[in-house]
């Protein structure tokens, strides 16, 4: 920074950079504003879920063992992921890819095993 600047010289292109972002964001919301077409009628304003008519209030009590069970579905899922490129790969890892896949595949099991026992996964119990 030299002396008498109040900014320094390297951060000007980020801040000209956020600007154009700022006033593109802020172009684009208006013109698509001004632009589309606008005809509110009963049947477009009314509340709907999934195209289908509401037919109770949408706020109720979810048992926590649903969201439980989604991320347990996410973090498994994504863990799987993992194993594709292993797979890819697998020729050039040799024993020591092999045996760490294998930690990793372990690990995963053991969170699984987990779950299991703690009973999160039972579907009977999902209503109750």
């Known amino acids: 920074m ?4 109040s900014i320094p010289v390297n951060y000007v292109p980020i801040a000209i950079f956020a ?5 593109f964001g ?3 919301l208006t013109v698509g504003q001004l632009v589309r077409p606008s005809h509110p009628y009963h049947a477009k304003l009314s509340v709907y879920e999934s195209g ?3 037919f109770s209030d949408a706020r109720v009590k979810i048992p926590m063992r649903y969201y439980v069970i989604a ?3 996410v973090i498994f899922d994504i863990e799987v992921i993992f194993l594709y490129p292993w797979a890819v790969v697998y020729d050039t890892l040799g ?3 092999l045996v760490e896949m294998a930690v990793f595949i372990m690990i995963l ?5 987990y779950a299991w026992k703690k009973g999160v996964l039972d579907w009977d119990e999902l209503d109750g």
């Open 2 to 5: 030299l002396v008498g600047e």
């Open 19 to 23: 600007i154009i972002a700022f006033v």
């Open 26 to 28: 802020l172009v684009t």
């Open 52 to 54: 289908a008519t509401v």
């Open 71 to 73: 991320m347990l579905f």
């Open 95 to 97: 024993v020591l890819g």
């Open 109 to 113: 099991l053991v969170g699984y095993a």
